[in-house]
Structure formats: C-alpha cells, structure tokens
C-alpha cells in the first residue's frame, strides 16, 4: 500500500486528490500538509508526495524530500528558468515525476501533436487558444506552453524565439515559423486547450477539455502509484509519457 502525502491539502487541487486517494484501494492517505504544518514533521507517515502548490512551496518542499530521499509527483506550473534549474538540482538526489498537466487525455493530445507538427507543421500557421477559470494566476498555462514546446521540438525550433504571446503592436504579416499564443481567464472553467494548425484551404484542430479536477487528481494518484514501484535513479526527472508508456 502506497503512502501519500499531500500537499495543498486545502486547495481545489488537494481536495481532489485525496477524495480519489480515499476512494482508491491501492494508497492510503498518509498526510495532509497546509500552511498548519511542516512537512518535514511527518516524513515517517509517506512514501510520495504529490504537489500541486506554487513553485516556491514545491522548491521547499522538494528539498526536503530529496534530502529524506522521498519521492514526489509535481504538478505545479509557473516555474521561471531559475526555478525550473533549482527543481533539476534538487532532483539529482531522489526521482521526481514532474508534469505540467498529469491528464492522460492531455497527454494523449501532446503525442498527437507530435504527428500533427511532423505531417502539416511547416506549411501551417500553429497557434495555441488556452482558457482557465479566474483565479489562474500564471498564463500562458504550462500546459499550452508544453503543447507549444512539443510542437516546436517537432519541427526544430527554439519555442522561446518563436513563441508570440499576444499580437498587440506588431504591425507586419504573420511570420509563419512563428507559434502563437492565446489566454483566456474567467469563470469557473477547469481548463480548455485548441492548437490550430491552419493550411491552405483547411484547417486541423486538436482540442482537449477537462470538465472536472478529477481528471488531474487520478493523473496525479496514477502517476504516484507508477512512482513508487519506478527505480530509485537520482537525478531522474520523470515525465507523464513515462507513466503511461507513451513512445
């Protein structure tokens, strides 16, 4: 049985993962952690810790697993470069598995636009639509800028060169090795995410919508379960496509 901590315990994230966690038979919720309590005070009561915080809670709380050589399942977005090397660092000390967006139809969405770049990705004018409820804070959503990334690795780019965030004040023609980027935020909505691939004469679109939390929450207790049984390599940075054997 498979001992989780997680942290967030409070948030719309948290609250989704231990009710699947609760209703699962193969884990066992170990502990909650908010800002009540410290981590580092229940490190006997969890195998994986399962993360869905903001990057410099996640930072905090990778070093002290890495540290106690626990395992911990990220989902966290929002990370800067300087972050995103801090969380590399600390993870050559215990296996991380680290997602910006643990749904496997998302994931299912990020192979296939893998094919879709190598088919029609170099005469198509590729932009990416995102929409979250109001309370997102980061945008783009790490997993447009994953989608994007994909993309750009597909076709032998540099996503940071060729990304255009928004169009305002750019007045010349669309530079078509360019990828944009497109943020919506209002209301209740989990997350939607449409990336256009528009040809001459047609158009393809390859849409993903979660309607509930849930759907990130058994993502996240998949990729925990995977996790735990995975080998103990330090310095290895696990991703979704891992856990769900996408080649």
Known sequence: ?????????????GQAIIEVIEQSDEVELGVK?????????YLDKFDVLIDFTCPVATLGYLAICAKAGKKMVIGTTGFNDNEL??????????PIMFAPNMSVGVNLSLKLLEMA????????????????????????????????EVIADTLGRDLKTCAVYGR?????????NTIGFSTIRGGD?????????????????????????????????????WLDKAPSNKGCIYSMKDVLEIT
Do not use: C, W, Y
């Not at 952690?33 to 005070?41: F, S, T, Y």
């Not at 090397?85 to 215990?94: G, P, V």
């Not at 004469?201 to 379960?225: D, N, Q, Y």
């Open 168 to 176: 305002e004040g750019i007045e010349q023609v669309r530079d078509k």
């Open 189 to 225: 909505v989990v997350g939607e995410h449409t990336v256009s691939f528009f040809m001459q004469g047609e158009r393809v679109e390859i849409t993903h919508k979660a309607s509930s939390r849930m759907t990130f929450a058994l993502g996240a207790l998949r990729a925990a379960i």
């Open 33 to 41: 952690i908010d800002q009540d309590n410290n981590l580092i005070d």
């Open 117 to 148: 770049a190598k088919v029609v990705g170099e005469e198509s004018d590729i932009e990416i639509i995102e929409t979250h409820h109001r309370f997102k804070v980061d945008a783009p959503s790490g997993t447009a800028l994953k989608m994007g």
């Open 1 to 13: 049985m498979v001992r989780i901590a997680v942290s967030g315990s409070n948030g719309r994230m």
């Open 85 to 94: 090397n801090q969380l590399t660092a600390l993870a050559r000390n215990t």
